[in-house]
């Protein structure tokens, strides 16, 4: 193994200063394909450092290295100037360097905390997270990492780099909104953007009931083969299997597809309070407990990311806006109905939701209103305010004016 010995006398044992200096690769993200840059950092509580060697090595088959660089601190740490010595090389395995500040000690590190002393650029080849760490099997000769202080090599204390990989391939479960007292849904569904043709899944939807009771799990995929474990033996728990197909008929032409998001199934609530519900993804659920995986073939695949959802509940009944008379369709009829509401005592015309009669939606209910509508019809004015054309729910709640006993039907 060779050890810095440039310039001043190295010994190969280090001395109790060792605790003194720590070695430490930074952290990254990103998803398959990407291109990283993680550094490797020194702090430095002890001694002054005359130079170093360092090896980093990386996962072959979740990182390819594609170059190394001589770090931002580096670069000025001989009294502004780069060091006399800084050998960099690269392996596919990864990295070395050697530096030495300067042949005649004109310059030294002292106390210091994440001092830059190299930086690596990989692309993340693999889906699941790896770990990039120094070690002292690059190179021929090995190359030793340590630091040189008063001309001896001290192994400093070292920390791996994480990489979290952010697999693009996911478990994902909607986000909707529902009223109170009304069926609900959440779908689940599979994205599959680098895998193959998925053959079998199991997920585990995770859920606290705090807005909506469960009423059953509805498959939106045709698998050959399913099964949920009784959900009273899971609480807050869906476990669900799926075989897409068993290969009965010889044949296997029923995967879920590569290339395309799939609805797996849908968890099917009655909602029965107001506010909101995570739903999200565990693993170890079910009696016998299971993780959520993918298999193609005869092999588990990188598990997928797991996204969440979220169930809100309103208390806002939903209704298609100028639609003042509650025939469903908006026409010259909704203006004269809104009108004989307003101005004729006598008229028997009262709207069971006075939100859809307030066209312009300013939160007030007038003849505006009305000849909004009119305008609308016949002069080619502005179309009524959401929700339009279709029912909806108000996105300007907590005006006060109501829908058919809601929480604004004040």
């Given amino acids: 193994m ?14 109790a200063g060792g605790g003194d200096y720590t070695f430490t690769v930074s952290d990254g993200a990103g998803s398959t394909g990407d291109d990283i840059t993680l550094a490797a950092l020194m702090d430095n509580i002890g001694a002054d450092v005359q130079g170093w060697s360092l090896g980093v090595c990386h996962p072959t088959d979740l990182l390819t290295i594609n170059g190394a660089q001589t770090g931002a601190d580096t670069l000025t740490a001989k009294n502004g ?38 930086t690596m650029d990989y692309t993340i080849t693999g889906a699941d997270d790896a770990s990039v760490c ?27 780099g994480t990489v979290d990989v952010i697999n693009p391939n996911q478990f994902s479960a909607s986000s909707s909104t529902a009223v109170l007292g009304d069926a609900a849904g959440t779908t689940v569904s599979l994205v599959n953007v680098t895998m193959p043709a998925i053959d079998a899944v199991q997920v585990n939807v995770s859920y606290n009931g705090s807005v909506a009771m469960l009423t059953g799990v509805t498959p939106m995929f045709a698998f050959e083969f399913f099964a949920v474990q009784d959900p009273t033996t899971t609480p807050g728990a869906i ?3 799926g075989l897409a197909d ?14 395309a998001t799939t609805a797996l199934f849908s968890v099917d609530w009655l ?17 016998p407990p299971q993780d959520n995986a993918v298999w193609a073939g005869q092999g588990f695949l990188s ?17 298609l806006r100028s639609d003042c008379n509650g025939d469903d369709i908006v026409n010259i009829a909704d203006g004269i109905f809104g009108i004989n509401w307003l101005f004729d005592s006598g008229s028997s015309n009262v709207p069971t939701c006075e939100d859809a009669c307030d066209s312009n939606d300013d939160g007030t209910i007038d003849a505006a209103d009305c ?39 004040l």
Avoid: H, K, W
């Fill in 2 to 15: 060779m050890v810095l010995a440039i310039a001043f006398t190295v010994t190969t044992t280090a001395n």
């Fill in 81 to 118: 100037s780069p060091p006399d010595f800084d050998q960099i090389s690269v392996y596919p395995t990864g990295a070395t360097q050697g530096v030495v500040l300067c042949f005649t000690g004109c310059a030294v590190i002292g106390i210091v905390s994440g001092f830059e002393m190299l």
């Fill in 134 to 160: 120094f070690c002292d099997t690059e190179g021929t000769p090995p190359v030793a990492t340590v630091v040189v202080s008063g001309g001896a090599s001290i192994p400093p204390a070292q920390n791996c």
């Fill in 239 to 241: 476990v669900f299997g």
């Fill in 246 to 259: 068993t290969g009965a008929d010889g044949t296997l032409d029923n995967q879920i597809p590569a290339g």
């Fill in 271 to 287: 909602t029965t309070a107001e506010g909101s519900m995570d739903t999200g993804f565990v693993d170890g659920a079910g009696n």
């Fill in 303 to 319: 598990q997928p990311t797991l996204v969440g959802g979220t169930l809100t509940v309103v208390n806002f009944n939903s209704f």
């Fill in 371 to 409: 000849i909004y509508i009119f305008n609308y019809r016949f002069l080619d004015g502005p179309e009524p305010m959401a929700p339009f054309p279709a029912a909806g729910l108000d996105p300007t709640t907590g005006d006060g004016v109501g829908c058919d006993g809601d929480a604004d039907d």
